[in-house]
């Protein structure tokens, strides 16, 4: 019996999408060949999140479960803790680990600042006083989740020249690209670039280069360009495998601390969906003893 890392993308309608993920978990296979790794999706996919779990638990005494997402929404926060504990049920003799998401951090403002510098390249690198930055989000009815979109533009403006770095968001929240786009316009930015916040290609990238071609369209005197998403980056791979290696050493904050916790009954109770908002308080976890292994 040994230990099986599974890895956990969202899934896309686009196969491209989850082709780049299966890619992605292969070429980290070949660094890993000591270690089972398996992959699954929470949507839009064959092989789903029980089965993945299922497949996981075989001949496996312990399963690390990685949410391969950047922002801790209602996936991270509610959907893949409570087909863990459907799992744990099922499989009582494995014990189940869930690591954090990848998070607003070091690594990844690593990979935002190459992509800023990339496309202050392709505009043949004009006066960062006149060249906006939108980082834009796949969005979420979770403020926290939007937060650290947030969080990460204050952290590349800290670390830059551009007098202007906003947030923007794809869907389920504002402001949108278009809107920002126009705001930075009407200050005066002659060059705009659109850094996407999102780990793998999929439907909304598409959508994302179809309002880039249209916004550029709109403003012939602005030069606009757009980077691209993060995809097989070193520092995704760095940042995973920390997690992991953390999680298997039993350090505390390398456990995602919504797993098992009270809150997502409660939610259901209140008939909230799994991609609603949480409060602070969701988050104050000092005065409860969640149970992260396996009874």
Known sequence: MSDTILLVGHGSRDTNGNREIEIFTQRWREQQPGRRIDLCFIEFADVLLDEGLARAAKNASRVVVVPLILNAAGHVKMEIPEHIEHARE?????????????????????????RLNT??????????????????GRGASDRQANGEVAKMARWLQEGGRHELVDIAFTGITYPRLERVVQRQVQLGMMQVIVLPYYLFTGTLIERIKRQVRHLQQQYPHVRITAGEHFGFEPEILNLIQRNIDAALAGEPQAQMPCDGCKFREIAHDLGHGHDHGHTNEHHNHENHNHKHQAA
């Open 119 to 136: 496309g202050m390249s392709a505009l043949d690198m004009p006066d960062p006083s006149t060249t906006g930055v939108v980082l834009l």
């Open 90 to 114: 099922h499989f009582p003799h494995c014990e189940f680990i869930y690591t954090p998401h990848l998070g607003a951090c070091d690594d990844i403002l690593a990979i935002m600042k190459r």
